[in-house]
């Protein structure tokens, strides 16, 4: 479903990622690890295309979209959220569903209709509420629900675009541990043939959700396989508990 | 449509409660903010002062109403609008630019306001545009242009370049002088306009005349320009090989003193100089100099005569919009400037055209004047001057 | 984005009633100055639509009026085109020239939007101001206004003048809403708060952000033709950035993003204007003086004073009953 | 009409002395714009202001009264508005900015006009800079000459101080990134301070050394604002490359342009503009990447 192949980014002569190759199967989730600098982020954003590689290509469903822009990746069904929220603040809940669930169904430059109005859109929204637990909170405004709220918006925001892949930059960062359990439990609730790729701090938590981990460290794929092999690893446990104790 | 529209509006004035026989409403009709706020404010001063003079010969009083046009045509367009339908006005005094004048010029014709012009000099106001209702008491362009074309090729001079800002006056100006500097032999070896209130450096427009090989240079520039320009042409060093000459409003004594030592030995025509000797002319300068504290310009001159010709105009009998339009056009005197008359085919003022030298005086510059042109009525230009119905 | 609420609804009401007995008992003079607020009014929803609910504080609103005005009367009077197609005309090569000013800036953003803005009305304006067809900066006349006399309606009259721009601004108030609650129109808001958002969702920014200016420009348009058959004389001026500037600052004095506001800013500057010059040839200074204290003050304008002071409340009281019927209102207005 | 090599040379110059005019009024909006991101459409306005000081100085002191008295009363304007308004302005957004400082133009068109008269005045070149020297093989205004050395010593004296100085390195960290400048204890409010007076100073020099050259009249504020405004947005905001780059470039397509396509002249300015933003949407050399 989607694929990197040797993805190398520098900034001068930092690699910021080198050589990343994955491979996500269709309704596959997986889990990126790595300690703080590590180049998740960095890889997410190359997978989106905000930022352009040096070399290596992305493919979607099988198709290459290395030369395609953030929005033409989107519209094939790369959605993603971020580890800052990236919300529309003015806006409310039901807003901000309906202004991604527009663009998913045409609407959002279609002249002639309210595109919040449209009952496809709508429909999007009421699901989305539903799946993100957001549905108490359709008519408040961003800045009148507390944090843990925003970042189940800020996945939700993600998922009304309707994605093939959810790319999650850390759903749960700055979240309390009680209420990151509770988070994934609503992505276990999540259609099983949405792929999902995210990063992850926690990884007892990580492992709730993951069917695949990866590990990054230094621009590098240290660890790929399955969550049972990493809980064993060595390896990572050096590396990424090791800076988690730091962090 | 448009016609409906004026008699619309000529239905609604026609309406309006006449004034005391004795009490005219005047409209000025000036720029008091925008780049012609100092000849807005020169002509006003020069009419009240035509007012004082001349006021107490006629029992007529004058209410005044002003008006600033803010030199956008749009703007004047409504302001003379109200001036007519809301303060009712019997006539209109002033319009500086063209442009202004085009504007309120079908609303003037179509209410029968008279409108007495104190300084927009396009030709087509008292040509194809020309209305009995309008009556130019300030100058037209080819009036200043024309004579100077045949006075320079006289002097001697054979080829000249020629400068003006890039609108329809400064085209109109300098077409004007080409004609007549041609048809006496002469030759225009370079022309360039430049962009209209937007050139603060003439530089590479000197450097052109420089190389053109003329004799002489020909020029329309006003206000700020004028100053601009004289300074630069002086820094050049081009005066001595390529003497300047132009339309008087190149050196007007409005802002001559700003232009200080590089306006010497310039060489324009006009309608005005303050030098121009005669008793009337010493009266008018003394007055105005007694006001303000500096020589009058030939805006102050025109405003003058403005108040002059309405009082004249009062004096014949006139009291309303009609008889206004009748009298004004029949007015003639000795003023400042000479013996004026108005031309009853156009209505633009006839009068004398004067070349001046500015020259070092004492303390300021001052105008030497070089020779009196006769008057000359300017030719009709497409003017069939309707008849007034009463 | 844009909502009606009651306090907003309240304000049309009253400035419709206005504008009405206004229309119906002024003389003359007054019935200029109403006009002059309409055809303003109209700017100022134009440029409200994209910079209170797009941020594109755009600077060359004045000049694409211009166009619209000479477009309108280079092609009613030298081209001999009907008034009525002359201006169809006028609004459609607004609204391109919009929507191409609109695509090509789409990439600036704040100061570098505003000034890219300013330089594409400058060249307009330059254009404009040399071209002889024009009639450089005397400007043009001859003008003529719409023929509605199928209709029982002559538009000479400036009563009746008046009233049609009032419903063309009717008219305009709710395209308005039309165009902020369409597709593009709720994009473009999103892409206010959080371009790199909706990028990131799949919408084409520039593709949104050109067609609402394109559609602010079409209105922009139609404010510069009816502003040519107001005056029936139209001169380089109209177009020069300082139009723009003072676009800007009736949006603001209004309340930017309000699409309510502005119109009272509209009506308040064109009164404070007259009333001013009527005083003092250095009202410019009065104005800017307020301008300053208005943006210091970091009220949203006049109206959106109100709003803050008052918009809670009342919308606390309206709440329930509002929120349901919210779907149906968009055009119950104007 | 066929030149002579002295044609362009003289071209040439002319060019190089609008551009030279165009960047001392430039440099100090574009700095000011660059450390305190404050757009201050009134700057055209301090360049008038430092034209009518210097005229009325100078009809009391000679023209060198005015040259060295005008930027310090420029300056003192400036700290009058800066403690006034602008620095209550800073956080703003550029839409707040452009138009208090739209606002400001206003009021100091009306303020010049109340207080110096509608009516232009006048300022002589002094005796030592009137005249013309001669120069490779042309003859040039001396006081041109003047003007052109002015903004090359201010270049180089800018580039001096920004480049090699300690004020230069903090300003640099300031239009780097001002938050993390106050962290290494720089103190930004003086700073912005010293930076917008000096910017004023500059603009109210300009003005002083345009003056003799053209007209001291209400509207000249207006009449620079929009080419200083193409200079900087050409050139990139905050940088003294881009002031320069930007100068230059307006100075020798304006000049060159009226002598080779006058009928396209002004537009063409605007045409370039256009062009550089879409293809550079922050200029060409825009302070930060």
């Known amino acids: 479903m989607l694929e990197t192949r040797n993805l190398t980014k520098s900034f001068g002569a930092v690699h910021v990622t080198r050589d990343v190759s994955l491979k996500l199967e269709r309704g596959e989730r997986r889990v990126i690890l790595g300690p703080n600098g590590a180049g998740k982020t960095t890889l997410f954003n190359q997978l989106v295309g905000e930022l352009t590689p040096n070399s290596g290509s992305v493919h979607l469903a099988g198709e290459d979209v290395t030369a395609l822009p953030v929005a033409k990746r989107a519209r094939r069904g790369l959605s993603r959220s971020y580890q800052k929220n990236t919300l529309f603040d003015g806006l409310t809940v039901e807003e901000n569903l309906g202004l991604a669930a527009a663009v998913h169904t045409g609407n959002a430059t279609r002249l002639w209709a309210d595109s919040l109005a449209k009952p496809e859109v709508r429909e999007i929204v009421d699901e989305v509420a539903e799946q993100v637990n957001l549905m108490p909170f359709l008519h408040a405004k961003v800045s009148e629900i507390s944090y843990g709220v925003r970042r189940q918006l800020e996945v939700g925001v993600a998922l009304a675009t309707r994605p093939l892949v959810l790319l999650m930059d850390e759903p749960t960062s700055g979240v309390g541990p009680e209420m990151s359990k509770g988070f994934h439990d609503l992505l276990n609730n999540l259609p099983r043939d949405l792929t999902m790729l995210f990063i992850e701090h926690d990884m007892d938590l990580a492992f709730d959700v993951a069917d695949t981990i990866t590990v990054l460290n230094y621009g590098e794929v240290v660890f790929d396989g399955l969550p049972e092999a990493a809980r064993g690893s060595r390896l990572l446990k050096e590396i990424y508990l090791g800076s988690w104790e730091d962090a | 449509m448009k016609r409906s529209l004026l008699a619309a509006l000529g239905l609604a004035t026609g309406l309006a409660v006449p004034a005391a026989a004795e009490d005219l409403t005047v409209g000025l009709l000036l720029p008091f903010s925008g780049v012609y706020a100092s000849l807005g404010n020169e002509i006003e001063t020069g009419f009240n002062l035509g007012l004082a003079a001349f006021g107490g010969e006629t029992e007529t009083t004058f209410e005044i109403v002003r008006e600033d046009t803010e030199v956008k045509p749009p703007?004047?367009?409504?302001?003379?609008?109200?001036?007519?339908?809301?303060?009712?006005?019997?006539?209109?005094?002033?319009?500086?630019?063209?442009?202004?004048?085009?504007?309120?010029?079908?609303?003037?014709?179509?209410?029968?306001?008279?409108?007495?012009?104190?300084?927009?000099?396009?030709?087509?106001?008292?040509?194809?545009?020309?209305?009995?209702?309008?009556?130019?008491?300030?100058?037209?362009?080819?009036?200043?242009?024309?004579?100077?074309?045949?006075?320079?090729?006289?002097?001697?001079?054979?080829?000249?370049?020629?400068?003006?800002?890039?609108?329809?006056?400064?085209?109109?100006?300098?077409?004007?002088?080409?004609?007549?500097?041609?048809?006496?032999?002469?030759?225009?070896?370079?022309?360039?306009?430049?962009?209209?209130?937007?050139?603060?450096?003439?530089?590479?427009?000197?450097?052109?005349?420089?190389?053109?090989?003329?004799?002489?240079?020909?020029?329309?520039?006003?206000?700020?320009?004028?100053?601009?320009?004289?300074?630069?042409?002086?820094?050049?060093?081009?005066?001595?090989?390529?003497?300047?000459?132009?339309?008087?409003?190149?050196?007007?004594?409005?802002?001559?003193?700003?232009?200080?030592?590089?306006?010497?030995?310039?060489?324009?025509?006009?309608?005005?100089?303050?030098?121009?000797?005669?008793?009337?002319?010493?009266?008018?300068?003394?007055?105005?100099?007694?006001?303000?504290?500096?020589?009058?310009?030939?805006?102050?001159?025109?405003?003058?005569?403005?108040?002059?010709?309405?009082?004249?105009?009062?004096?014949?009998?006139?009291?309303?919009?009609?008889?206004?339009?009748?009298?004004?056009?029949?007015?003639?005197?000795?003023?400042?400037?000479?013996?004026?008359?108005?031309?009853?085919?156009?209505?633009?003022?006839?009068?004398?055209?004067?070349?001046?030298?500015?020259?070092?005086?004492?303390?300021?510059?001052?105008?030497?004047?070089?020779?009196?042109?006769?008057?000359?009525?300017?030719?009709?230009?497409?003017?069939?001057?309707?008849?007034?119905?009463? | 984005m844009f909502r009606h609420t009651a306090l907003r609804y309240t304000a049309l009401v009253l400035l419709a009633a206005g504008a009405l007995f206004q229309a119906f008992t002024a003389e003359y003079f007054g019935l200029e100055i109403l006009t002059e607020i309409l055809i303003l009014a109209m700017l100022v929803l134009a440029l409200d639509i994209v910079a209170g609910f797009g941020g594109m504080v755009s600077l060359c609103h004045g000049a694409l009026m211009g166009v619209g005005a000479y477009a309108f009367a280079i092609l009613s009077t030298k081209a001999g085109i009907a008034p009525p197609v002359a201006m169809a005309g006028a609004v459609a090569l607004t609204g391109g020239i919009g929507w191409i000013i609109g695509a090509i800036c789409s990439r600036s953003h704040g100061i570098y939007f505003i000034m890219a803005t300013l330089a594409f009305g400058q060249m307009a304006y330059s254009y404009v101001f040399e071209a002889p067809i024009f009639g450089g900066d005397d400007g043009l006349g001859g003008i003529s206004r719409l023929d509605l006399s199928i209709i029982g309606v002559d538009l000479n009259d400036s009563r009746s003048f008046a009233l049609f721009c009032l419903a063309v601004l009717g008219a305009i108030y709710g395209a308005s809403v039309l165009i902020l609650r369409s597709g593009p129109g709720r994009s473009l808001s999103g892409v206010m708060h959080n371009e790199q958002r909706m990028r990131a969702l799949g919408l084409t920014v520039w593709r949104v952000k050109a067609d609402v200016f394109g559609l602010s420009g079409m209105i922009a348009g139609v404010a510069g033709a009816l502003a040519a058959q107001h005056i029936l004389y139209i001169s380089p001026a109209l177009l020069s950035w300082t139009v723009s500037g003072e676009a800007l600052v009736v949006v603001i004095l209004g309340g930017l993003g309000t699409l309510v506001g502005p119109l009272v800013g509209a009506a308040a500057f064109v009164v404070l204007k007259h009333e001013l010059s009527a005083v003092t040839t250095y009202w410019h200074l009065v104005v800017g003086l307020l301008l300053i204290a208005v943006v210091m003050s970091r009220a949203n304008g006049l109206f959106g004073w109100v709003e803050a002071r008052w918009g809670a409340r009342i919308e606390r009281r309206m709440a329930d009953a509002t929120r349901k019927q919210q779907p149906e209102e968009v055009l119950s207005d104007a | 009409m066929a030149h002579d090599l002295g044609f362009w040379i003289l071209q040439a110059l002319n060019a190089l002395q609008l551009s030279m005019l165009l960047f001392l009024l430039s440099i100090g909006l574009t700095v000011i714009f660059g450390l305190m991101h404050f757009v201050n459409l009134a700057h055209g306005s301090f360049y008038a202001l430092g034209a009518y000081f210097a005229a009325s100085l100078a009809a009391v002191g000679g023209y060198w009264m005015g040259f060295f008295l005008a930027p310090v009363a420029v300056a003192g304007v400036g700290i009058l508005l800066y403690s006034g308004l602008i620095k209550r302005m800073r956080k703003s957004g550029p839409m707040a900015q452009v138009l208090v400082t739209f606002g400001l133009i206003f009021v100091l068109l009306d303020v010049t006009r109340i207080v110096w008269g509608e009516l232009a005045l006048a300022i002589d070149v002094p005796a030592l800079l009137s005249g013309r020297l001669s120069f490779l093989g042309v003859e040039y205004p001396t006081y041109r000459l003047f003007i052109i050395v002015l903004g090359l010593g201010i270049f180089a004296a800018l580039a001096f101080v920004l480049g090699r100085t300690q004020i230069g390195a903090m300003i640099r960290a300031g239009v780097d990134n001002d938050a993390m400048a106050a962290c290494l204890g720089i103190n930004v409010e003086r700073l912005f301070f010293i930076v917008f007076c000096v910017g004023c100073a500059l603009a109210g020099l300009s003005g002083a050394v345009a003056a003799p050259l053209l007209s001291v009249a209400p509207d000249m504020g207006l009449q620079i604002l929009i080419p200083t405004l193409i200079v900087i947005v050409i050139g990139g905001l905050g940088s003294l490359k881009g002031a320069v780059a930007g100068s230059l470039i307006y100075g020798f397509v304006q000049t060159f342009g009226a002598v080779l396509a006058p009928g396209l002249a002004s537009v063409l300015i605007y045409a370039l503009l256009a062009a550089v933003l879409v293809i550079k949407p922050v200029g060409l050399f825009p302070a930060k990447g």
């Open chain 2, 75 to 390: 703007v004047a367009l409504g302001k003379a609008k109200k001036l007519i339908l809301q303060e009712k006005v019997d006539v209109m005094v002033g319009v500086v630019s063209s442009g202004v004048l085009g504007a309120v010029r079908d609303m003037v014709h179509g209410a029968g306001v008279p409108l007495i012009v104190a300084n927009a000099g396009n030709d087509e106001a008292t040509g194809a545009a020309c209305s009995p209702y309008i009556t130019r008491m300030s100058f037209s362009n080819g009036q200043i242009n024309r004579p100077m074309g045949t006075w320079m090729a006289e002097q001697g001079i054979e080829k000249v370049f020629t400068l003006a800002p890039d609108y329809a006056a400064g085209r109109q100006m300098i077409d004007r002088f080409s004609q007549s500097f041609t048809a006496a032999g002469g030759e225009i070896v370079g022309q360039e306009f430049t962009p209209f209130q937007k050139t603060q450096d003439f530089g590479p427009y000197l450097a052109q005349a420089k190389a053109s090989g003329a004799d002489a240079v020909y020029v329309f520039y006003a206000g700020g320009e004028a100053i601009s320009f004289v300074k630069q042409y002086d820094s050049f060093g081009l005066k001595a090989d390529l003497p300047l000459y132009g339309s008087g409003f190149l050196t007007s004594p409005l802002y001559v003193n700003a232009q200080g030592e590089a306006a010497e030995g310039v060489i324009t025509a006009l309608h005005y100089a303050p030098t121009i000797d005669n008793p009337a002319n010493a009266a008018f300068v003394a007055a105005f100099t007694a006001e303000t504290g500096r020589a009058p310009s030939e805006f102050a001159v025109q405003g003058y005569d403005a108040a002059r010709v309405l009082v004249e105009a009062a004096k014949a009998g006139a009291t309303d919009r009609a008889s206004l339009a009748h009298a004004l056009r029949q007015v003639s005197f000795e003023g400042p400037r000479g013996k004026l008359a108005i031309d009853p085919a156009t209505n633009n003022i006839i009068q004398p055209v004067y070349v001046y030298e500015t020259v070092a005086g004492e303390g300021a510059l001052t105008q030497k004047v070089l020779a009196q042109l006769p008057a000359e009525a300017d030719p009709a230009n497409g003017c069939e001057m309707v008849p007034l119905s009463n």
